[in-house]
């Protein structure tokens, strides 16, 4: 599969989960990943999913207006550049957001997050 290709299915599984099962990210993390918040580092597939679904909102909505990708280094790894807007629910206004995720493959064939930077885009 080529990077866009790859790099576009997974952010549409990525998001798709966030917005209606972030418990479901689970499965994307290992215990080596990081995760940095907002400038909060957290270590860990469950600390990840613990910091995701603790989020102050119960329902949101990502759309996605960039999507940007490049392969990693000789392990096969691969850069995903994404920004977007985060409609929460019951807010008049979207948040301008960008998230980094730095993914490596498994011997299964498939990818997982090794790294992931998350910031909201204040104007």
Known sequence: MDPDTLSKAF???YYS?????????ANLYQESSML????????GSQ???NKLTSL??????????TNDCQPSG???GMLVFVSG????????HALKFSQMFHLMPTPQGSFYV???????NYA
């Open 47 to 49: 600390n990840i999913v």
């Open 56 to 65: 102050p909102f119960q329902q949101c909505k990502h759309t996605i207006t």
């Open 36 to 43: 940095t918040f907002e400038g909060q580092k957290i270590q």
């Open 74 to 76: 000789p392990a096969g």
């Open 114 to 120: 090794y790294n992931d930077i998350f910031r909201l």
């Open 11 to 13: 952010v549409e599984h």
């Open 85 to 92: 807007n985060l409609q929460l629910a019951g807010e008049q």
């Open 17 to 25: 989960t966030f917005d209606t099962n972030r418990a479901g990210l």
